[in-house]
């Protein structure tokens, strides 16, 4: 297949081109810079060079006319402007798929959203694909309303899309990092008294990319959770980094939650006078403040044959190995 992958250079995009060109694919990867794409030069591999922020994408006009499949990872999950996240991850939807239909009349387009444009859990059930949407954060609302530009804006030619990950864990990744290095420094931060119980779905990027593969290669046109069967509290999280960093000691410093949102607030004020790389942001406290970001995968397990293979005590294990080799820790 022919295979255009959005947000290339990113975490999940970078595992995902790698794992389709193993496979023998033709990979299209846009990126904005390819000198921050690290994935070695292929014969089978292009890199495109663009953005979704235009209405007009040029670069669209390189790719091959038998295109078969685009991949739409990009996208960002933090953002000090709220703004930002409607413009990239809405809007760039829209743009991304206005441009497409111009070119192609028909296109397997597969969007990777997020659990969060679905939101938490409101009792102590996971979240199925029947469950109705009630996200609680604006990167949530972004993502669910990429979700609906994309049915509005494609043409009925267009074979869709959606899968919607947990927390994803595993090697390159930056954004889980911060909690091995908060387990390594021993203070754990809790927001909330009770954030030790709070239950968490996960899925190891390699994982994900099995069941963007099967969605791809199945021709799949509906919505998948790809998660673990696997719950865990945020307290199991960290005593199993904690076991693998061989760590022998860890002090709990559970915060109020209204002390949480000031500090959100605080740290907002600072960004405009001090732009910082901190990721505690007020658009996040919503997420904090949930207890249940749990999500039953089992709809892949049944119509993709999804099997699980990193459960969380793996799915460290070669996270660890990974940030180790680079130093990141």
């Known amino acids: 297949m022919k295979i255009l992958v959005t947000g290339a250079s990113g975490f999940v995009g970078g595992h995902l081109i790698e794992r389709l060109l193993k496979d023998g694919h033709d990979v299209f990867a846009l990126v904005r810079n390819p000198k921050k794409l690290a994935i070695p030069a292929h014969e089978r591999l292009q890199v495109v060079k663009g953005d979704l922020d235009q209405d007009n994408l040029s670069w669209v006009e390189t790719l091959p006319a038998d295109l078969n499949t685009c991949v739409h990872t990009a996208g960002i999950v933090h953002a000090y402007r709220t703004d930002e996240f409607y413009r990239v991850n ?36 996971k979240r199925n694909e029947n469950d109705m949407d009630l996200p609680v954060s604006i990167y949530g609302r972004s993502k669910k309303q ?22 994803v864990i595993g090697p390159r990744d930056a954004a889980v990092l911060d909690i091995f290095k908060m387990v390594q420094s021993g203070v754990i931060l809790l927001p909330g008294f009770g954030s030790k119980e709070k239950l968490y779905s996960f899925v190891c990027v390699f994982d994900l990319v099995n069941t963007i593969v099967k969605v791809i290669e199945e021709k ?9 069967p696997q719950v865990v509290t945020f307290n199991e999280l960290i005593l199993e980094i904690k076991k693998q960093l061989k760590k022998n000691w860890l002090i709990y410093l559970p915060m109020p939650l209204f ?23 007020p658009d996040k406290y919503h997420e904090f ?27 460290i294990t070669v996270t660890l190995i990974d940030y180790k080799s680079r130093n990141w820790i």
């Not at 760039?92 to 938490?120: C, D, E, M, Q």
């Not at 267009?158 to 990950?165: N, Q």
């Not at 207890?291 to 699980?308: H, R």
């Open 90 to 125: 809405t809007e760039g939807t829209r743009n991304l798929v206005n441009n497409l239909k111009k070119k192609y009349t028909s296109l397997h387009f597969v969007l990777i959203s997020s659990l969060a444009a679905a939101g938490p859990s409101a009792g102590t059930e």
């Open 146 to 167: 990429a979700e609906e530009v994309l049915k509005e804006a494609a043409p009925k030619t267009f074979d869709l899309a959606v899968i919607r990950p947990p927390m």
């Open 220 to 228: 799949k046109t509906t919505v998948y959770y790809s998660s673990h």
């Open 259 to 281: 002390l949480v949102k000031l500090l959100t607030i605080i740290l907002d004020f600072i960004y405009k006078l001090f732009p910082h790389p901190l990721r505690l942001t």
């Open 289 to 315: 403040a949930a207890t249940n970001w749990t999500c039953d995968g089992a709809k892949t397990e049944k119509e993709l044959g999804q099997v699980y293979n990193y459960d969380i005590e793996r799915t």
